[in-house]
């Protein structure tokens, strides 16, 4: 019956982490440092939770279909935008295409990258366009506008998973300017940044910026993302999503996190601090990074071999082999505890 499937889904499909349950299982190891998934490894606070508590009490009952309660705490966090919310970013990416790629339409993707992009677009039955970064992983605007020039989406991740370096802001404005469809620019891991392209949304009407709580707010258990969009394109988002997607659980603890800057300051902190220690101190390049994870040059070695090797020693990080478009000698470590970044340091440095 396989026959039935459609052939967008024989192969590939999206590259999860190893499971820390077996690497302890298979190495013998009782705690394993979990730095492959650029999670913050805090808990979400008691106070954030307990938002959820009263919302699980009314799980009897279909959440708001507008998701009212996440949306107000939006705009009183950012402003007046016109917001939209999904199950992750990943939600929004996969309705944003939903709404906007129809079967033979075009996806241009600044490569290497996250790869869902791309695995979204097929799924639409979109031609995806990679288009490569420069050696230095920045984006050439120029090449990219070219490209991009007849596509309905041209995607930009900033910064980018897996590089870690963002984009300056003149040089997404260029794209903009360039361009006949939407730029989506994945802002995933802004918030460990200095960067704003929030100033972008009042001068173009062809961006859309996506965020998600998974990443400095503690909550990626829960599922919940955001974009910021143009006006014209909000109700036809919501036309063509799944119907409550996001429930009333998340949507009240997603509400609440936004307001707990201690919680994500407290991150972004150790994201600074452990950055700079990670390039002094690992005996490998690492390379700069405006994100929570640094990618590491492992050359002459391989990145499956460096991630199996940290695997032995209960360091979880992620090999970047499966990124197209990337040599296959990089790592990308996540920043997490004090005793799990020391343990990455120690072992890799042993190898
Ligand atoms: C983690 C991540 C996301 C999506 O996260 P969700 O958990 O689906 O909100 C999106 N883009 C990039 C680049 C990411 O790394």
Redesign the pocket.
Same mark, same amino acid.
């Given at each position: 019956m396989e026959r039935l499937v459609r052939d967008c889904f024989r192969n590939g499909g999206y590259v999860f982490a190893e499971r820390p349950e077996e690497i302890a299982k298979r190495h013998g190891i009782s705690r394993v440092a979990r730095l492959a *998934? /650029?999670e913050n490894p805090d808990p979400p606070s008691a106070a954030t939770l307990g938002c959820g508590i009263a919302a699980l009490h009314q799980a009897n009952r279909y959440p708001d279909e507008r998701v009212d309660v996440l949306v107000a705490a939006l705009k009183r966090h950012f402003g007046e935008y016109p917001f939209v919310t999904g199950?992750?970013? @990943? &939600?929004?990416?996969e309705t944003l295409f939903r709404t906007l790629v129809d079967c033979g339409d075009t996806v241009a993707i600044a490569t290497p990258? %996250?790869s869902?992009y791309s695995l979204a677009a097929v799924a639409q039955g979109a031609t995806v366009v990679p288009v490569q970064r420069r050696d230095d992983f920045s984006i050439d605007p120029k090449k990219l506008s070219a490209a991009g020039k007849d596509a309905k989406v041209v995607v930009l991740?900033s910064p /980018? /998973?897996p590089t870690g370096n963002a984009t300056p802001v003149d040089a997404v404005e260029e794209v903009l300017c360039a361009i006949s469809g939407v730029l989506f620019l @994945?802002c #995933?891991?802004v918030e460990f940044s200095d960067i704003d392209y929030l100033p972008l949304l009042k001068r173009y009407d062809n961006l859309v910026i996506?965020r998600? %709580? *998974?990443?400095v707010h503690s909550l #990626?258990g829960l599922?919940? &993302?955001y974009a910021f969009v143009p006006a014209w394109l909000q109700p036809y988002y919501l036309r063509a999503g799944t119907p409550f997607s996001v429930n009333n659980v998340s949507a009240a603890v997603a509400a609440a996190a936004l307001f707990d800057t201690e919680h994500a300051e407290r991150y972004r902190a150790q994201v600074s601090r452990w950055r700079e220690r990670f390039r002094s101190e690992v005996k490998y390049p690492v390379l700069p990074s405006d994100a929570n994870f640094v990618m590491v040059d492992v050359s002459p070695s391989s990145g499956d071999a460096v991630a199996g090797g940290l695997a032995a020693n209960g360091v979880i990080v992620r090999s970047c082999r499966s990124f197209p478009g990337l040599a296959d000698h990089y790592i990308r470590v996540s920043v997490g505890e004090d005793w799990e970044n020391e343990r990455f340091i120690q072992a890799i440095n042993n190898l």
């Open positions: *998934s /650029n199950v992750g970013m @990943d &939600g929004v990416i990258t %996250f869902f991740c /980018n /998973n @994945d #995933a891991y996506g998600t %709580f *998974s990443k #990626a599922r919940i &993302g």
